[in-house]
């Protein structure tokens, strides 16, 4: 499984982006990276994924380099219930479709008035 | 709310007590997932079912783990002669998958977790 680095934690303004860094520098080459969040005593939330284009949905844009080496998620309007723990994640993939994720220790954002 | 529901919420039990848990997920996801999580740490993967077949079990199921999804809804996870290493949030998670989106991702669908403190 490929690895992922992230900052234990990072600061923001609410109203101003919020830029999450992951680096994954052993990703092969059908590997996605998957971003999920996790808001104190809840369960884990799907955010966005993408395999080397960039991607935007309603709630992020994720921003993957062209090496594929290293990622940003971009909340582009951060407000006080983005404040989580973000996990960046490198997708295991077997014959069978199954996806297991393997979470690190992500970065805690802590969204400020 | 995710839509898939865990209960108890919360289980404080002694020492070597049995504990068991369950997991709704949502109704027609055919993929369900058990992870555990202790304090600071992101979730570990544990077993995943597809239908009612248990596919996957990582090591770190012992053999006084098991779980169960009898007719492919709800999961069971029973934890016997429980240790103090096994207090943490237990997370169960569900996605629907199928033959012809084998290759799409299908995101889990995560409830709020089963917190288990054993003294």
């Known amino acids: 499984d490929a690895k992922t680095t992230q900052p234990p934690s990072m600061d923001c303004a609410e109203g101003r982006a919020a830029n999450l860094p992951c680096n994954h520098s052993t990703i092969s080459g059908n590997e996605y990276v998957y971003w999920y969040r996790q808001i104190h005593s809840q369960g884990p939330q799907y955010i966005i994924h993408?395999?080397?284009n960039n991607e935007t949905n309603e709630m992020a844009s994720l921003i993957i380099t062209e090496d594929r080496k290293s990622s940003t998620l971009i909340l582009p309007h951060a407000t006080l219930r983005d404040t989580a723990v973000y996990y960046c994640?490198?997708?295991?993939?077997?014959?069978?479709?199954?996806?297991?994720?393997?979470f690190g220790t992500g970065t805690r954002l802590l969204v400020s008035p | 709310d995710t839509g898939v529901s865990q209960d108890p919420r919360h289980k404080i039990t002694k020492r070597g007590q049995n504990v068991t848990f369950r997991c709704d997920p949502i109704?027609?996801?055919?993929?369900l997932y058990w992870y555990r999580q202790t304090l600071g740490q992101g979730p570990e993967f544990l077993t995943y079912f597809q239908n009612e077949a248990q596919l996957e079990k990582s090591r770190l199921l012992s053999d006084r783990f098991s779980a169960e999804r009898p007719k492919g809804s709800f999961s069971t996870l029973e934890i016997q002669r429980t240790e103090q290493g096994d207090s943490a949030m237990y997370l169960c998670a569900s996605s629907l998958s199928s033959e012809r989106d084998r290759h799409v991702y299908n995101e889990q669908f995560f409830g709020p977790g089963t917190r288990l403190t054993v003294l």
């Open positions: 994640i490198v997708r295991v993939k077997k014959n069978t479709g199954f996806q297991k994720l393997v």
């Open positions: 109704s027609e996801h055919n993929r």
């Open positions: 993408g395999l080397k």
